[in-house]
């Protein structure tokens, strides 16, 4: 115990668990003073949410068009043998070079940085590097990659969102309405490419967090999201993106089945995650240029794609797998084919993605959880229709993006049956909470974090002094009193023997003194040896949590090689002064 009988500015926690007032609170005092300010919301909310919305909604179809009509489209005319084996490597040859090569960071691209910008940025991404990143998931995806193009869609629609509000600062536009229209963008992504506005808001609101949402950008993303939707359907039409021949009805037992499902996808689902991280990280540890490496994974998906053509007939697993999706929703893959294709879809996306190529994962996720989904159709007696695919596909998503509300909406959405909504629900809450914190994105926050969560967050070296005044062991109780309580204002000192942490002294170690023997007695006689100290990288909310609790109100930080040398000193005080500083960034 080092000291007590001091004030603790920490006691209670009173400032720790301050969070910023609430825009609800705002909300409800204006509208009963008759305040509230309708034409402003309509300016700050609604206006550029429609603008931005009907911008992304023009740009999604261009590379709609070109990615799926003009590159794939032309592309799965030609896939002879060899064609099949050289297209992937050249495609993700060429990606891994624009990434290289006309981008800041080539490693964050697609939805992962659109979730970067929302948690670190405000919104803000780096512009000059979009072009070349949408370029080299054109490619990737256009010539064979087994990838996504809603990863290049909810980027550009964030950068339009953000870029387009932060233009219109000068009308009095804030750094908030920037982030929210960076989640209003990427909704339109979303909802465009995949023709399914209601997925396009649930997606962006909750891919930052793993159990929490953006809700505050709710009215923007619900605006851009329509309108980016409106567009696009005006050139290609509101044909769902899956056929489904049968009205579905759901019935009990449809329920177990679900359940089900959502156990065993989950834990395929965590299996696939983890695939794909190890690869990324023994990509990463190959020293090469990126090219050369989205080359090699270019290489395996071609190999996989040939042994599809072996199985199949047909190279399945190259491209996003639409045609695969809705081959195993419409019943006509049996399950050792569909078992078969989840095993070489598995592979081909992790080497895809695990090797840096641009791309998203969402639809390979989907055609996944669909194989998924149809191969436990084959082993269940009597069990027949796109049930247990098109529930598949929700649990996998759910499970892999953690994302169970999006999830059972797209698989409603994508395949006009409402009726898959419920069932997709429970698969998709079961296989969320069997993947717990396992994610496709390294970037999602577990929780929504306020100013006090980041600042439990810092490490201790982030926040203290290190500049300390200490007491030396020989010097009088008068001393102590004089040169140091008097003249600089504080209650303790950390007690030291050459550069050697020995002790600590407080006001209430040296109350008892006697003033008549205070300048004969040395601090070490009545300073507290057993000293409670920290070291630099230890959590700022770890301490706080000890020196609540055993009263303190300094600790000294020593170093963690040599528990004697002294390297600064962590006070409420410093805890405060950083608290005050993230609730006003915030």
Do not use: C
């Amino acid at each position: 115990m080092l000291f007590s009988g001091h004030t603790a500015d920490m006691k209670g926690r009173g400032v720790l668990s301050r969070t910023p007032r609430s825009r609800l609170s705002d909300y409800a005092e204006a509208t009963r003073k008759g305040t509230f300010d309708l034409w402003g919301q309509v300016r700050r909310q609604f206006l550029p949410a429609v603008l931005v919305g009907v911008i992304v909604g023009a740009a999604v179809t261009l590379i709609d068009l070109i990615a799926y009509d003009l590159l794939w489209g032309n592309v799965s005319n030609l896939l002879t043998p060899a064609a099949v084996l050289i297209l992937p490597i050249v495609g993700l040859a060429l990606s891994g070079l624009l990434l290289e090569k006309t981008t800041d960071d080539p490693s964050l691209q697609g939805t992962e940085e659109y979730i970067e910008s929302y948690q670190n940025r405000g919104g803000v991404f780096s512009y000059r590097s979009v072009p070349g990143k949408v370029l080299a998931a054109l490619v990737s995806v256009g010539l064979g990659g087994s990838a996504g193009m809603e990863a290049p869609s909810i980027h550009m629609g964030g950068a339009i969102g953000s870029f387009v509000t932060a233009k219109l600062q000068r009308f009095g536009y804030t750094k908030d309405d920037v982030r929210k229209m960076a989640v209003a963008g990427a909704a339109a992504g979303v909802a465009a490419i995949f023709k399914a506005p209601l997925t396009g808001v649930i997606f962006a609101l909750e891919v930052p967090y793993m159990d929490d949402m953006a809700h505050e950008a709710l009215i923007p993303a619900l605006v851009g999201s329509v309108a980016s939707y409106l567009v696009l359907v005006q050139f290609l039409g509101v044909k769902p993106l899956f056929t489904v021949s049968e009205r579905y009805v759901m019935s009990t037992p449809d329920l177990g089945y679900a359940l089900v499902l959502g156990v065993v996808v989950g834990f395929v689902a965590r299996l696939f995650v983890q695939s794909l991280h190890a690869v990324e990280a023994a990509a990463g540890r190959v020293r090469s240029p990126l090219w050369v490496r989205t080359a090699l994974g270019g290489a395996v998906v071609g190999v996989l794609a040939l042994v599809g053509l072996a199985l199949f007939g047909r190279p399945e697993v190259l491209g996003t797998g639409y045609e695969a999706i809705g081959r195993l929703v419409s019943g006509t893959a049996g399950p050792l084919e569909s078992f078969e294709f989840l095993l070489l879809k598995v592979g081909a996306t992790v080497a895809t993605i695990g090797s840096g190529a641009a791309g998203g994962l969402f639809i390979p996720m989907i055609a996944m959880g669909a194989a998924a989904g149809s191969t436990l159709r084959g082993l269940v007696p009597g069990a027949n229709g796109p049930l247990f695919p098109v529930v598949g596909m929700a649990a996998f998503l759910a499970a892999g993006y953690n994302t169970p509300i999006a999830a059972a909406v797209f698989v409603a959405e994508s395949t006009g049956g409402a009726g898959y909504l419920i069932p997709g629900l429970v698969a998709s809450v079961v296989a969320y909470t069997v993947a717990g914190r396992v994610s496709v994105s390294k970037r999602q926050r577990w929780r929504r974090e306020d100013a006090v969560d980041r600042l439990m967050m810092l490490k201790v070296e982030d926040i203290m002094t290190k500049t300390v005044l200490t007491v030396p062991a020989d010097a009088t109780v008068q001393e102590f009193l004089e040169d140091y309580v008097l003249r600089h204002r504080r209650k303790g000192f950390p007690v030291t023997e050459g550069h050697r942490l020995v002790g600590f002294v407080s006001m209430s170690d040296v109350r008892d003194v006697a003033a008549d023997v205070r300048a004969v007695t040395p601090v070490s006689a009545v300073m507290i040896g057993d000293v409670v100290t920290t070291t630099g990288d230890r959590a700022v909310g770890e301490i706080a949590a000890v020196m609540e609790q055993q009263d303190l109100d300094r600790v000294p930080v020593v170093d963690s090689n040599d528990p004697s040398r002294i390297e600064g000193i962590v006070s409420s005080t410093d805890i405060l002064a950083f608290d005050r500083l993230l609730q006003r960034e915030a």
